[in-house]
Nanobody, 115 residues
Framework: QVQLVESGGGLVQPGGSLRLSCAAS????????MAWYRQAPGKVRGSVAA???????NYTDSVKGRFTISRDNAKNTVYLQMNSLKPEDTAVYYC?????????WGKGTLVTVSS
């Protein structure tokens, strides 16, 4: 079955950096677009970044220039490098893949940006 396991979250000061990882299994990783979403307390889950099978990326406006999504098909892993973090980036970050019309999610990793 599809499994997505996020890691790398934690507490960081404003201006700091974190790298999130998502280890995938149960499907053919290399032929699927992968994405990161986030959900802040009291808010709706929203898209952060996505990367296609050939490495084309897109980002929500609020993270452009600060976050970078990448993938390693040999390791079945997608990454989210987050730099210049702001308090408003505080959220649970989820890995996502859409296969055959169904969305699959990991359990999420919490990122807290606070001094």
């Amino acid at each position: 079955q599809v499994q997505l396991v996020e890691s790398g979250g934690g507490l960081v000061q404003p201006g700091g950096s974190l790298r999130l990882s998502c280890a995938a299994s149960g499907f053919i990783f290399s032929i699927n677009t992968m994405a990161w979403y986030r959900q802040a307390p009291g808010k709706v889950r929203g898209s952060v970044a996505a990367i296609t099978t050939v490495g084309i990326t897109n980002y929500t406006d609020s993270v452009k220039g600060r976050f970078t999504i990448s993938r390693d098909n040999a390791k079945n892993t997608v990454y989210l490098q987050m730099n210049s973090l702001k308090p408003e980036d505080t959220a649970v970050y989820y890995c996502n893949v859409r296969i055959g019309g169904s969305n699959y999610w990991g359990k999420g990793t919490l990122v807290t940006v606070s001094s």
